[in-house]
């Protein structure tokens, strides 16, 4: 049985321009409805597709390294946020993205929020694989101290079906997309 997503996160699209064209190929179908967030350079880009059938996305906004739905799902009527990041790598730049980042979550008080995409940042060492397995303590800390103060609950999903492969596009079997 094939399931399809809902709601669609990609991060590092790398892409500038965005049409209908381009997310009907990657989603299949014209019931969808998406926003993006270009990249900047050769680096970057966010892109949110979701299903119309399904969810009715009210707004989107976004800001440097987040791209943001507002909605309901329409069977329930269960309003829910979604923001979509791709962090930098660099630890400044980080830090001034869980900070606005926190002020985001106490503005949108009971909203059910998640945050989906590539935070470039672990919690633990014991997450990190690849790279050598370096981890600066310090991004650690920060991030940790940005998941403790905004009460965010890091969900514990592992495995390559929910990480980083360094396998092509092409070659991947069995893909979940959650």
Same mark, same amino acid.
């Given at each position: 049985?094939?399931?399809? +997503? ?9 892409? /500038?321009?965005?049409?209908?064209? !381009? ?9 969808? *409805?998406?926003? =993006?967030? +270009?990249?900047?350079?050769?680096? *970057? ?24 739905? &507002? ?5 329930? *009527? ?9 962090? $930098? ?8 993205l869980w900070?606005? !980042? @926190?002020?985001?979550? !106490? /503005? ?8 989906? *995409? ?5 919690? =633990? ?7 050598? $397995? =370096?981890i600066? @303590?310090?991004? $650690?800390?920060?991030? /940790?101290?940005?998941i403790?103060?905004?009460? !965010? ?6 495995? &390559?079906?929910?990480?980083?492969? /360094?396998?092509? =596009?092409? @070659? ?7």
């Open positions: 049985m094939i399931k399809k +997503p809902v709601v669609l996160c990609l991060q590092e699209s790398k892409l /500038n321009v965005v049409d209908d064209l !381009l997310i009907k190929a990657i989603w299949g179908s014209a019931s969808l *409805g998406f926003s =993006f967030q +270009p990249s900047m350079g050769a680096s *970057g880009g966010l892109l949110t597709v979701w299903d119309r059938n399904v969810v009715e996305v009210w707004s989107t906004t976004s800001f440097p390294h987040v791209l943001v739905i &507002r909605g309901q799902v329409l069977q329930t *009527g269960q309003e829910f946020v979604i923001a979509n990041i791709y962090a $930098s790598c660099d630890t400044a730049t980080k830090q001034v900070d606005h !980042l @926190q002020l985001f979550v !106490l /503005n949108n008080g009971e909203a059910k929020l998640s945050f989906c *995409g590539d935070l470039n940042s672990v919690p =633990f060492s014991e997450e990190r694989r690849g790279m050598g $397995s =370096f600066r @303590q310090h991004d $650690s800390d920060i991030f /940790n101290k940005f403790d103060e905004s009460s !965010l609950i890091d969900l514990p999903i592992f495995g &390559r079906l929910f990480t980083w492969c /360094n396998t092509p =596009f092409s @070659q991947q079997r069995n893909i979940q997309i959650i």
